[in-house]
């Protein structure tokens, strides 16, 4: 490699990775402030690779462990949506391949809007089955969020192509599946099933309140997702709630009786 190399062209060179063990140590060896300035970045870039590969092996252990005990169809279990004041609750079940790989999963609430959505389309694409369940607010209100939660989570599972022959469930434990499960906990941070069932489940639900957002705009579901913000509670009190509102939540309750 000559001395000479541009910055423009070492930049496109360490972003390829194309560069030979020589050729990155001349680099380092160029005194140029472009070049050590693109070095720190490619440093900087390698260093998060690495820690995002750690984390997602470290994320891969209650997998591990099942695959070692002959077990193949894991599947993990999330949901979205038991603390806003309308829309459904929504759950994710998904069962990946044992050697899926996405650097960066995690807890979906930990990702920007951006990166759930392109993990929510690797996720469907790569996995081995996955499937939401959705209990809408009515049923909430009949049965309650608990049982409300159980039961799309419940639906998510049946809907699977695949059965599962072992559940990683984030912070529940749900009967009557003839399989082991194992509750975790911020399984969602803990587990890559997990963490992709809660991206499954965000990203569906999400989806739906835009939905609802068209048709009641005046409440922002497309910003606030139902929860209960300034701007919604305001709406809420203003033109009182839809038909999509829980109507057993505070404060909407307190709007119905009073």
């Known amino acids: 490699m000559s001395l000479k190399m541009t ?12 560069l030979s063990r020589q050729s990155l140590e001349t680099l380092r060896n160029d005194e140029r402030k472009g070049i050590q300035k693109l070095l720190k970045q490619y440093d900087r870039n390698k260093e998060r690779a690495l820690e995002m590969k750690r984390k997602f092996n470290e994320m891969r252990m209650f997998e591990e462990k099942q695959y070692q ?19 459904p609750v929504v759950a994710g079940a998904v069962i990946l391949h044992k ?15 951006e990166k759930r ?3 929510f389309d690797v996720i469907r694409e790569e996995a081995i089955s996955y ?40 912070a529940m434990e749900l009967s009557g599946f003839d399989c082991t499960q194992e509750s975790l906990i911020k399984g969602d941070a803990r587990s890559v099933s997990i963490a992709a ?3 499954l489940a965000k990203v569906t639900r999400d989806r739906m309140m835009k939905e609802l957002h068209q048709e009641y705009p005046v409440y922002d579901f497309k910003n ?8 919604h509670l305001d709406a809420l009190e203003k033109y009182g709630p839809t038909k999509y509102h829980r109507v057993t939540f505070a404060p909407v309750s307190t709007m119905i009786s009073s």
Request: aromatic fraction near 4%.
């Open 99 to 113: 050697d899926f790989y996405l650097p960066g999963l995690n807890d979906s609430k930990q990702l920007t809007l």
């Open 117 to 119: 959505e392109a993990f």
């Open 131 to 170: 499937s939401v369940g959705i209990v809408s607010n009515a049923e909430i209100d009949e049965i309650n969020i608990y049982r409300a939660t159980k039961l799309a989570m419940q639906r998510a599972i049946e809907g699977l192509t695949n059965k599962p022959d072992h559940l990683l469930i984030d």
């Open 69 to 87: 005990t002959g077990k193949r169809s894991i599947a993990g279990i999330d949901e979205a949506g038991r603390g806003p004041l309308a829309g």
């Open 197 to 199: 069932a809660s991206v």
């Open 7 to 18: 910055i423009n062209e070492a930049k496109v060179r360490l972003e390829n990775g194309d």
């Open 224 to 231: 606030n997702q139902g929860y209960g913000t300034k701007a």
